[in-house]
């Protein structure tokens, strides 16, 4: 993907987290990018604590194209992806990752908000781990404030869920 498209899809999937948190949900959002990088194949918010944007949409995608097509693919995801959502893109075969922001930059939004207890497990160290080179591209600073700035005030409110 050129950093265009690249800049582009970030703020599509910031677009899908803005969505999931205006139904009530963690303001997480992925799109898979087909193989030309332009061509957005699925989209995901946030559902749930168990079911992120990430890995529901690698489950998804796992469903619905092969393997070999998949590894062609980009899974593009407004955060880097915890340990669970790393491990189901590798099993899925998704074969490059791009996230906006860092995964301490969450930490610094939610700090110990009992609903989003981050793992320092960098994803690049999940995928480091398997069989598979998974192509990482992340944090891009041209839209990292964007992908926080959704998160602003966010985990401080009552009630978040």
């Known amino acids: 993907m050129t950093p265009e ?22 303001p997480f959002g992925a799109v898979l990018v087909a193989p030309d990088g332009e061509t957005v194949l699925a989209e995901q918010g946030n559902i749930d604590t168990v079911q992120h944007a990430e890995a529901t949409l690698a489950r998804t995608a796992a469903q619905n194209w092969p393997a070999d097509y998949l590894w062609q693919c980009t899974l593009v995801t407004t955060f880097e992806p915890c340990a669970m959502c790393a491990g189901t893109a590798y099993w899925a075969n998704i074969g490059r990752v791009v996230y906006g922001a860092e995964e301490s930059a969450l930490l610094a939004l939610t700090g110990d908000h009992p609903e989003n207890p981050t793992l320092s497990l960098p994803c690049r ?12 591209i992340g944090p891009v600073p041209e839209v990292a404030d964007e992908m926080t700035a959704t998160h602003r005030g966010f985990w401080a409110r009552d009630g978040a869920s």
């Not at 160290?125 to 990482?136: L, N, P, T």
């Open 5 to 26: 498209q690249i800049t582009k899809a970030l703020r599509r999937a910031d677009t899908v987290a803005r969505r999931a948190m205006a139904m009530g949900r963690h």
């Open 125 to 136: 160290e999940v995928f480091a781990r398997g069989q598979k080179r998974i192509e990482v």
